[in-house]
């Protein structure tokens, strides 16, 4: 989390740099999410397969070799390219939460999750308000030339630990063969899967679903322009921006351990429900903000 989130905040500062109009920006962060979408049931089916250590290590490692054309991009359409790709490989993160899930008793799993989530965030607090240090210091492009080069480094070593140190929390009675040259039969298997579990799948499940699309596809609609928004309009520094992304970043570290206990004794609805009314007036106050 350190390393990779030093960039991220500033892509698209980088992409408009490379040459890239909004409309560009927006494309780079579609062809993104189509190529996570395609495979997603695809990794979970996989995963329940094999294993989930061992398709978390192997994707870690795929994963992190996109770094390098984030790093050396000629132009925009090469992070369009490389922003796919990272997508496609992306296996890790939902086999991850898995793991940690299997690994908390149930009645305890908000705090695990909690802190789960402010240990690495501890670390990744800064890496915002290091980025716009760099991207003020150096330019953006040799900004993110270093961090993504960062990023590749620290990424080889994650993938080479998580491999050899995470537990297997899969019977190993369920772990099968799986043959890779077989792409379009586990395609077709692991939607017929998806589709199945989406019938059966219990209302309130369905209803969270419904709710993380549409607050999804909102957010993705406006969250690649907030920072340009912010440098452009607002008129502060890249530096600066990363500085309340440092701020951000405490706040939610202080709160989510004391807010996961709550979860665990009250209940998570009597929270959640409050927090999403809250959640919508955060965007209006940030467009308020026209000026410095």
Request: hydrophobic letters at 50%; a positive charge.
């Amino acid at each position: 989390m350190f390393t990779a989130n030093i960039p991220r905040p500033y892509l698209s500062i980088y992409i408009k740099t490379l040459g890239g109009s909004p409309a560009d920006i927006g494309f780079t962060s579609s062809v993104a999410t189509i190529a996570g979408l395609f495979l997603y049931p695809l990794r979970g089916f996989i995963a329940d397969k094999v294993g989930h250590v061992k398709i978390g290590g192997v994707t870690t490692l795929i994963y992190v070799v996109s770094f390098i054309p984030f790093a050396f991009a000629p132009n925009w359409q090469t992070i369009a390219i490389a922003s796919f790709f990272q997508s496609l490989v992306l296996f890790y993160s939902p086999i991850l939460s898995v793991l940690q899930a299997d690994s908390v008793p149930a009645g305890q799993r908000s705090q695990g999750f909690a802190i789960a989530m402010s240990v690495p965030g501890a670390l990744g607090i800064i890496s915002p308000y290091i980025g716009g240090y760099l991207v003020d210091s150096l330019g953006i492009i040799k900004a993110m030339n270093f961090t993504y080069l960062l990023g590749f480094g620290a990424g080889i070593l994650v993938a080479i630990l998580r491999w050899v140190k995470l537990k297997e929390t899969l019977d190993p009675s369920n772990v099968e063969q799986v043959n890779f040259r077989d792409i379009p039969k586990l395609l077709k298997d692991s939607y017929k899967s998806f589709f199945e579990t989406m019938r059966w799948m219990p209302t309130p499940i369905r209803d969270i679903a419904i709710l993380q699309l549409i607050k999804i596809f909102f957010a993705s609609i406006a969250g690649s322009f907030w920072i340009l928004y912010a440098t452009e309009v607002i008129g502060i520094s890249t530096y600066w921006w990363g500085l309340t992304s440092a701020i951000s970043g405490t706040a939610r570290l202080i709160v989510s351990y004391p807010v996961g206990r709550i979860l665990d004794r009250v209940g998570r609805s009597k929270l959640l429900k409050p927090a999403l009314l809250i959640t919508p007036l955060m965007p209006i106050y940030f467009l308020r903000n026209n000026r410095i």
